[in-house]
């Protein structure tokens, strides 16, 4: 069983920083990639930004030039460093992993509220 935690998110002024995690945990014998989703009220859930076995990443363009994606293979944890947080970057946070061929594994979520 693969389970994915993650961690970090809270309540944040705007232009404000947060720092999400995800610790990724079970059987599972190759990671493809790991990223962040997000999903706000109401709205479907979109790709922030993923971070592939080589190292390449690629970011919505909503959140290019303030958020960074990194991960520490050793750890099986993928990290969003997110600076100069906006209202609209309020929404629950999912970590995800594609391993073991093609499947997809979810976290459960983290809530980030960017609010005065």
């Known amino acids: 069983q693969v389970q994915l935690v993650e961690s970090g998110g809270g309540l944040v002024q705007p232009g404000g920083s947060l720092r999400l995690s995800c610790v990724a945990s079970g059987r599972f014998f190759s990671i493809n990639a790991m990223g962040w989703y997000r999903q706000a009220p109401g709205k479907q859930r979109e790709l922030v930004a993923v971070v592939s076995s080589g190292g390449s990443t690629n970011y919505a363009d909503s959140v290019k030039g303030r958020f960074t994606i990194s991960r520490a293979n050793a750890k099986n944890t993928v990290y969003l460093q997110m600076n100069s947080l906006k209202p609209e970057d309020t929404a629950v946070y999912y970590c995800?992993?594609?391993?073991?061929?093609?499947?997809?594994?979810w976290g459960k979520g983290t809530l980030v509220t960017v609010s005065s």
């Open positions: 995800n992993m594609k391993a073991n061929g093609n499947f997809d594994y």
